[in-house]
């Protein structure tokens, strides 16, 4: 089955603030949205894909315990949701700039 997908546009952006050398509180915004596309070949040809978007909202926290050393903690939540699926996550990210 052959499809033609709509174009995709997202947006993810962030805001951190470091009140300290330590610590460093972060805010999230994504936005996704997909435009209608069509299934072109099979069975179902010729019909329409709907379109699809989500908003999510999350909060996390950056721990520096060096200049490059540091570590992230964060919780991301769906505020929006309609055709695609719905995030509810914690992430953990470790970064070491060399």
């Given amino acids: 089955m052959k499809t ?6 997202h947006a993810s952006p962030r805001i951190g603030y ?7 509180p972060c805010f999230a915004w994504d936005y996704k949205t997909k435009n209608s596309g069509k299934i072109q ?4 040809a010729g019909t329409k894909i709907d379109i699809s978007n989500g908003i ?5 926290l950056m721990f520096h315990f060096s200049p ?3 570590m992230t903690a964060s ?9 695609v699926i ?4 914690v992430y953990f990210k470790f970064d ?3």
Avoid: H
């Fill in 4 to 9: 033609e997908a709509g174009t995709t546009y």
């Fill in 18 to 24: 470091r009140p300290s050398q330590m610590f460093e």
């Fill in 41 to 44: 070949s099979g069975p179902d």
């Fill in 56 to 60: 999510t909202l999350g909060a996390g």
């Fill in 68 to 70: 490059n050393i540091a």
């Fill in 75 to 83: 919780y991301t939540n769906a505020v929006k949701a309609k055709n």
């Fill in 86 to 89: 719905e995030t509810d996550g």
């Fill in 96 to 98: 070491y700039v060399w």
